[in-house]
Each structure stands twice: as C-alpha cells, then as structure tokens.
C-alpha cells in the first residue's frame, strides 16, 4: 500500500516561501505565543497537545507521506519516548529539558533496528509489522522484568517543575511555550531537510525504487535513516506528552493511538510539512466535537467527520488549501 | 581487447525460470564510440542493460568497465562510477517536477546527508547552488524550459523521453545506455532525437549503448552495431557489415513473419 497523492500535485516537496506565506508563518507563530496568557488551562493543555501531536504527525509524514514507508505502528514510539522522559526523570533524575534530545536518540536507534526488518516487506506487509508492533507495545511496557523501571500495569507519575530563569509563568504555561519552541525547530530542520537533496532522495525512492537506486541513491540506508528520523519526531512528541499528562502508563499507549496517528497525517495532508498541523488540530479536537454532538455514538460521529473529510479533500486538508490558494492566485492573475 | 576499450562484456549468461535470456554474450565497446545493440522482440537487449545496472547478476561471465570488474559492485555505486541510464518503459518519480527528476540524476554527485541538510550549512547551499546551475544547463540542452517546474506526470511521452535523457546526463555518465529512446516518437522526433545523440557525445565526451528497434536510427548514428537473438550474439561490426549479415537478416525476417 503506497500513499499517492491523487491527482499528482507538482512539487509535494516544499519550496522557498512566497512573501504572504512566510507573513502568514510568522504571524501564525505570533498568535501561537500570546495563546497561553488569553486561555483557560484547559484549552491550554488543549493547544500544547496540538503542538505534540504536530511533531509526531510531521514524523509520520515523513516516513510515509514522503518516504512512501506506511506505518499502523508510531504510538509505539510516541510511548518509547514518553517512557524514556519518565524513567529518566524519576530513576535518574535528570532535568527534563536534557531528557528531550536523549528521547530522540533513543528512538532514532529503536526506529532504525525496527527498520531493519521492515526493509525487506512492502506496502501492505510492512503495515501489518507496525501494527504488530502497536498491538504489541502495552503489553511489553508490562513487562515483569521491567517492572521496577516501568512501573509496570500502574505506570508511572511524572512530576510538574518550574517554570525557568524565574518566569512568572505557571508550569503549564511554559511546558506550552517550550514545545511550541521544539516543534518550531524540528518543523524548521524537517522544511530544511525535504527541500534538501535528502527530501528530494527520499522522494525518489517512493515513487520508483528501482530508477532511484540506478542513480545511485542507497535505497536501504536512506529507509533505515527515515525511519530512524521519523521515529525521533514521534518520539521528542512522546517526551513532551508525558511531562503534559504528568503520567505514563501502558494503556496509554494502545492500537488507537497509533491508528490515530495514521488517521491525523492522512487528513491533515500526506507529504506535506503544515499537514502535520491540520491533522493534529483534527485528532485532539474532533473526538471531543464528536462526543459534545452525541455522548452515546461518539466514535460513530467521528468516524463520519473523518469520511467526509477525506470524501471533499481527498489530498487532505493541506491539499485542499493548496487547490484554493492556487485558484486565487490565477484568479487574481488573469 | 583493444587499450581504449571503455566496456567489455565476455561471457555473460542470463537464465530466468526456464527461458535463457542472454546466452555468452561477448562484445567491447570503445570509448567515444557510439555502439548500436539490435535485436527482435526478447533478444536479451534490455537484460544486459539491467546487468550493466546492476540490476540483475548473471549466471556466469564477467564485465569490466575501464578494466575494472563490474559484477561485484552494488546497484546504487554504478552511478557514481559512470554509468547512466534510461529505461525502456519510462521510470521516472512520477510527483517530481522535471527539474527534481535531474536533480535525482545528479544525486551520485551530492556529498549532503541528513545532518547537513536538516541544518541547511553553507556546504549544502553551495552544492544546490552548483546543481541548480547544472540542471539549467541539461533543461536549456533538452528543450525542457516551458515544462521545468510541472510534474512529470502530465508531460507527454516524446517529453517525458526527453526528461528521461536529461536526468540520465545529470549523472554526468562517462557510458550512457539508451534503452529505445526513439519508442512511441514520430518521424521528426526521431531525426531531432538522432542529431541529439550524436551532439551530446560530441559535447559530453561519451560513449553510449544505444539499444533500438528503429534501424534507420541506429545504423545513421552508430559507428559500430552489435546484433543479439534469443539471447547469442550474431552479429558484430560496422553498421554496414551488420546491415547485411545475412544472420541479421534471418532475424528480423523470421520474427516478423
Ligand atoms: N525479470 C525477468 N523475469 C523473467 N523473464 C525475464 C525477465 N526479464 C526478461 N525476461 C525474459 O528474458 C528475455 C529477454 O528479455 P529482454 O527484455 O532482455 O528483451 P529485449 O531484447 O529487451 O526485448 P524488447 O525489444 O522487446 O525490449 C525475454 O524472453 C523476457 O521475457
Ligand atoms: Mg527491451
């Protein structure tokens, strides 16, 4: 199963920015820092879930949206990053600001090794493995043996800190504002990255293998290093999501958080950087939107939203935008 | 073997399940030249183009390109050691822009990897800078200008050929195999196609391979031809010779009655 784009849109791979684009980038990061201080908690904790929930998606995107790789398995590795930031801040005691590049380490190496089986299946059989993965992953996080570092079937609380330099902001407050600082840089070295002759390679690579490999790209080595950079995203995202729920337990982590996942790239846009915001906006505040309509069919409702979604916007939402910017522009052109 | 042999080919045998698809196979092709390699329908051309990539491993025989062994290479260092190609039956990155499409072309000569790209340093601008400039040069070459920056998907197939070539010359090959480059082209096509080939080994300093059903084609631009039928070579020389062996002859007569 390779996701295509249907029509085929020139250049997925981004480009340099229109002035109105990046007028709108920077605006957007604007309004994204005044957020917390006009807010209630709620919505807050709300919004840094978007913001956590972009990252995993971007790390999604470029495994299988550009890379062509599909994977039923990422709350694998969104929960490998949760637990590390948990583990290490309770058993090793270590600041949590360190644990965030440690957990993108640790799950650049658990994405890499799991990409070394996964070279040798395709489309629909390398789904199934990472859905193996993901119906595995609550039950290995149960794991007797690991128990004292787990915190085994119970999980593990994960503790609230100050906020830095003596801000005078609330913890929550600042945990939003220090995500929003990650997902920007990691959103600006993934913009950097597709661009790039890497964005270009890994491209290549799912839209014909073969012709890839005849001009001289390392097929197995540019999957391996996607699938460990993807897993880094989702993982840093895990990190992240573990210091906001204050708790991590194996039932966080269950089959429905990775089809969630799946379910979040593929409406926000597959192969596309702001994609990875849509479908993050649509996997926290749809389910909710869903169940204010009915408390009793909730996930009936949600399954409708996502048919619709994908019936009109068969590109997801980015796609769908980029139809109607383009139709503005020629509109306003001729 | 002559001293300016560029490819030489001794012995390669291709069995797929049952079917013998080249059977020792032996020929050189020297450097500069164009050589001309024709055949009915299952000859064996496009397998011995897919052993020069790589591609598939013969049973036996080997290949050595500028004296070195070619067989234990892996498929994605052929590139980078000159070899370029084109494929029979369009391969190209159907999302891509023509322009990306070079770009991949010229991948073999990108020194970029992931860090440097996802911190975009100075060395990476520079490389794409230079890229950039070089793929201008194979669009203005091609006559790809009106279409650089539209999806491949949507071209036409004479263009798509076209593009196909480019991203090919990106590689900046020193042996380029043309696998029927004149396939699905009309008469004027072909001409503009043959004045092409013979340009850019003039311009580019290459030898190429060049594998065509069209004989007008091959036998005006190749300064040698070699001839292959299930899978043996009957033939090998100048395009005159070859044109009147009478095995070639017997070839093309026997298939297409
Ligand atoms: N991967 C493969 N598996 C099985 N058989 C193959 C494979 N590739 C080629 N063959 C067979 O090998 C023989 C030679 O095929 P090849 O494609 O090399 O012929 P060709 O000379 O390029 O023909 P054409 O002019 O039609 O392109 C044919 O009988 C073909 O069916
Ligand atoms: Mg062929």
Same mark, same amino acid.
């Given at each position: 199963?390779?996701?295509?784009?249907?029509? *085929?849109?020139?250049?997925?791979?981004?480009?340099?920015?229109?002035?109105?684009?990046?007028?709108?980038?920077?605006?957007?990061?604007?309004?994204?820092?005044?957020?917390?201080?006009?807010?209630?908690?709620?919505?807050?904790?709300?919004?840094?879930? *978007?913001?956590?929930?972009?990252?995993?998606?971007?790390?999604? !995107?470029?495994?299988?949206?550009? !890379?062509?790789?599909?994977?039923?398995?990422?709350?694998?590795?969104?929960?490998?990053? +949760?637990?590390?930031?948990?583990?290490?801040?309770?058993?090793?005691?270590?600041?949590?600001?360190?644990?965030?590049?440690?957990?993108?380490?640790?799950?650049?190496?658990?994405?890499?090794?799991?990409?070394?089986?996964?070279?040798?299946?395709?489309?629909?059989?390398?789904?199934?493995?990472?859905?193996?993965?993901?119906?595995?992953?609550?039950?290995?996080?149960?794991?007797?043996?690991?128990?004292?570092?787990?915190?085994?079937?119970?999980?593990?609380?994960?503790?609230?800190?100050? +906020?830095?330099?003596?801000?005078?902001?609330?913890?929550?407050?600042?945990?939003?504002?220090?995500?929003?600082?990650? +997902?920007?840089?990691?959103?600006?070295?993934?913009?950097?990255?597709?661009?790039?002759?890497?964005?270009?390679?890994? /491209?290549?690579?799912? $839209?014909?293998?073969? +012709?890839?490999? /005849?001009?001289?790209?390392?097929?197995?080595?540019?999957?391996?290093? /996607?699938?460990?950079?993807?897993?880094?995203? /989702?993982?840093?995202?895990?990190?992240?999501?573990?210091?906001?729920?204050?708790?991590?337990?194996? $039932?966080?982590?269950?089959?429905?958080?990775?089809?969630?996942?799946?379910?979040?790239?593929?409406?926000?846009?597959?192969?596309?950087?702001?994609?990875?915001?849509?479908?993050?906006?649509?996997?926290?505040?749809?389910? !909710?939107?869903?169940?204010?309509?009915?408390?009793?069919?909730?996930?009936?409702?949600?399954?409708?939203?996502?048919?619709?979604?994908?019936?009109?916007?068969? !590109?997801?939402?980015?796609?769908?935008?980029?139809?109607?910017?383009?139709?503005?522009?020629?509109?306003?052109?001729? | 073997?002559?001293?300016?042999?560029?490819?030489?080919?001794?012995?390669?045998?291709?069995?797929?399940?049952?079917?013998?698809?080249?059977?020792?196979?032996?020929?050189?092709?020297?450097?500069?030249?164009?050589?001309?390699?024709?055949?009915?329908?299952?000859?064996?051309?496009?397998?011995?183009?897919?052993?020069?990539?790589?591609?598939?491993?013969?049973?036996?025989?080997?290949? =050595?390109?500028?004296?070195?062994?070619?067989?234990?290479? =892996?498929?994605?260092?052929?590139?980078?050691?000159?070899?370029?190609?084109?494929?029979?039956?369009?391969?190209?990155?159907?999302?891509?822009?023509?322009?990306?499409?070079?770009?991949?072309?010229?991948?073999?000569?990108?020194?970029?990897?992931?860090?440097?790209?996802?911190?975009?340093?100075?060395?990476? &601008?520079?490389?794409?800078?230079?890229?950039?400039?070089?793929?201008?040069?194979?669009?203005?070459?091609?006559?790809?200008?009106?279409?650089?920056?539209?999806?491949?998907?949507?071209?036409?197939?004479?263009?798509?050929?076209?593009?196909?070539?480019?991203? =090919?010359?990106?590689?900046?090959?020193?042996?380029?195999?043309?696998?029927?480059?004149?396939?699905?082209?009309?008469?004027?096509?072909?001409?503009?196609?043959?004045?092409?080939?013979?340009?850019?080994?003039?311009?580019?300093?290459?030898? %190429?391979?060049? %594998?065509?059903?069209?004989?007008?084609?091959?036998?005006?631009?190749?300064?040698?031809?070699?001839?292959?039928?299930?899978? &043996?070579?009957?033939?090998?020389?100048?395009?005159?010779?070859?044109?009147?062996?009478?095995?070639?002859?017997?070839?093309?007569?026997?298939?297409?009655?």
């Amino acid at each position: 199963m390779t996701v295509r784009t249907e029509p *085929v849109m020139a250049a997925a791979l981004p480009k340099a920015w229109s002035a109105w684009q990046a007028t709108g980038v920077v605006a957007l990061l604007v309004i994204a820092v005044i957020v917390p201080f006009a807010v209630s908690s709620f919505h807050l904790l709300q919004l840094t879930m *978007v913001v956590i929930y972009a990252i995993a998606l971007l790390g999604l !995107n470029i495994l299988t949206g550009y !890379n062509g790789q599909i994977s039923l398995g990422h709350g694998a590795f969104y929960a490998v990053g +949760a637990y590390t930031m948990a583990i290490l801040i309770e058993r090793a005691g270590m600041p949590y600001w360190s644990i965030v590049p440690v957990a993108g380490i640790v799950c650049f190496i658990v994405g890499f090794l799991f990409g070394l089986p996964a070279l040798r299946l395709e489309g629909h059989y390398l789904a199934l493995s990472t859905f193996a993965l993901a119906v595995a992953t609550p039950q290995l996080l149960k794991f007797h043996a690991l128990e004292k570092w787990t915190g085994g079937v119970q999980g593990t609380f994960v503790p609230g800190f100050a +906020a830095p330099l003596g801000l005078p902001l609330a913890w929550d407050q600042w945990l939003y504002l220090f995500s929003l600082g990650i +997902a920007a840089a990691l959103f600006f070295f993934a913009w950097n990255l597709l661009r790039g002759s890497t964005g270009i390679a890994i /491209t290549a690579i799912r $839209d014909h293998p073969i +012709a890839a490999k /005849t001009m001289g790209i390392n097929i197995s080595l540019y999957k391996l290093l /996607t699938f460990g950079v993807s897993a880094m995203y /989702t993982g840093i995202a895990g990190a992240l999501g573990a210091l906001v729920a204050q708790f991590v337990s194996p $039932d966080s982590f269950t089959i429905f958080l990775s089809l969630s996942l799946l379910v979040g790239a593929v409406i926000g846009g597959v192969a596309s950087i702001f994609g990875a915001i849509f479908g993050a906006l649509f996997i926290q505040f749809v389910p !909710n939107f869903a169940d204010q309509i009915s408390k009793a069919v909730t996930w009936a409702v949600y399954g409708l939203f996502m048919i619709t979604f994908m019936y009109l916007m068969p !590109n997801g939402i980015a796609g769908f935008l980029k139809v109607i910017g383009e139709r503005l522009r020629r509109r306003r052109n001729s | 073997m002559s001293s300016d042999s560029l490819l030489s080919i001794r012995d390669v045998s291709v069995r797929f399940a049952g079917i013998v698809a080249l059977d020792g196979v032996s020929f050189d092709v020297a450097r500069g030249d164009i050589c001309g390699l024709i055949g009915p329908n299952g000859a064996g051309k496009t397998t011995l183009f897919n052993c020069l990539s790589r591609l598939y491993t013969p049973a036996a025989g080997t290949i =050595a390109f500028e004296g070195a062994p070619l067989l234990g290479v =892996a498929a994605h260092k052929i590139a980078q050691l000159g070899i370029g190609r084109t494929f029979q039956n369009l391969a190209l990155f159907r999302t891509m822009t023509v322009r990306q499409n070079i770009l991949v072309g010229a991948h073999a000569h990108t020194k970029a990897n992931f860090v440097s790209d996802a911190l975009r340093l100075p060395s990476v &601008r520079a490389e794409e800078a230079r890229l950039a400039g070089e793929a201008d040069e194979l669009i203005a070459l091609l006559d790809l200008g009106g279409v650089a920056d539209v999806a491949v998907d949507s071209l036409t197939f004479a263009t798509k050929k076209r593009v196909e070539l480019a991203r =090919a010359l990106a590689g900046k090959p020193k042996l380029l195999l043309l696998d029927e480059p004149a396939g699905g082209l009309n008469h004027d096509e072909v001409e503009q196609l043959r004045t092409l080939i013979g340009a850019i080994r003039d311009r580019l300093k290459l030898t %190429v391979l060049l %594998v065509e059903h069209h004989m007008n084609l091959v036998m005006r631009v190749s300064d040698k031809v070699v001839a292959l039928d299930f899978g &043996r070579k009957i033939a090998d020389g100048t395009p005159c010779v070859v044109q009147n062996d009478p095995d070639v002859i017997r070839a093309y007569l026997g298939t297409a009655a």
